[in-house]
């Protein structure tokens, strides 16, 4: 029940930041930049630090085949659909079909899918995933709705797809959940997947974002070392 809960929080997370450029607002590029490269950090921290010792733990070689096939099933959506989850206003833009929308959506689908099933694991380790999910999910909801927007969506449809797309979460928790009872090869594989995705959206998706902006300082570098060592200690600590 709590990784419905904390599934709901990111979908709730993903619509606040979509609500942002819907409701003519921004944070601005750079803000948006850091906030990215803050979320990157998180991620890919999480993905290594703490998902994959523990897919480790309970599914040994297996651990591998999971990370594996995360990565290069997520890269296949995205190749697929033609659009990348996090992109917006940009150079890389395509316009949105359906199948760019289910990319999306099965996207947001595998983010409440490793909460719940990090969670069966370990509860700390279902927190640390969560807080990962949260942080990325406020830049994606800016970026996704920026991308309809930009394909010439009416502000009614891009807010009712935006609201259907970030319910996939909860969705994606119920089916984690049904890993409760089984073994711990499944469970750990599971993980291994989950952290494939991770690894794939933190340096796929989230660092050319954050660099494409054209900062050449040393803010986007902090802000990414930032969100890294923050989920560092946080996997030091809670073990």
Not at 151 to 177: D, F, H, K, N, Q
Not at 191 to 209: E, H, K, M, N, Q
Not at 224 to 230: H, P
Request: charged share 10%; aromatic share 10%; proline share 3%.
């Amino acid at each position: 029940m709590t990784a419905i809960l904390l599934a709901f929080l990111a979908a709730l997370f993903t619509i606040a930041g979509g609500a942002l450029p819907l409701s003519r607002r921004g944070m601005g590029e750079r803000g948006l930049s850091l906030l990215v490269a803050f979320s990157a950090g998180v991620m890919l921290s999480t993905g290594i630090n703490s998902m994959l010792p523990r897919s480790y733990q309970l599914a040994g070689g297996a651990a591998a085949l999971g990370v594996s096939a995360g990565f290069v099933l997520l890269y296949l959506a995205e190749r697929v659909t033609l659009v990348h989850a996090c992109r917006e206003h940009g150079r890389h833009i395509h316009t949105l079909s359906i199948f760019a929308i289910a990319g999306i959506g099965f996207h947001m689908t595998l983010d409440g899918f490793a909460i719940a099933v990090s969670g069966q694991a370990k509860a700390s380790l279902g927190a640390v995933v969560a807080l990962a999910v949260l942080a990325h999910r406020f830049p994606s909801g800016i970026s996704f709705v920026g991308l309809m927007l930009s394909s010439g969506y009416e502000r009614s449809r891009a807010w009712a797809t935006l609201i259907v797309l970030a319910l996939l979460a909860p969705m994606g928790a119920t089916v984690g959940l049904l890993f409760a009872d089984v073994s711990d090869m499944a469970l750990g594989f599971a993980i291994g997947l989950s952290a494939g995705t991770f690894l794939y959206i933190s340096t796929s998706d989230l660092l050319p974002v954050a660099h494409e902006r054209g900062w050449r300082y040393y803010d986007v570098p902090l802000s990414f070392a930032a969100g890294f060592g923050v989920m560092l200690v946080a996997a030091l600590a809670l073990g």
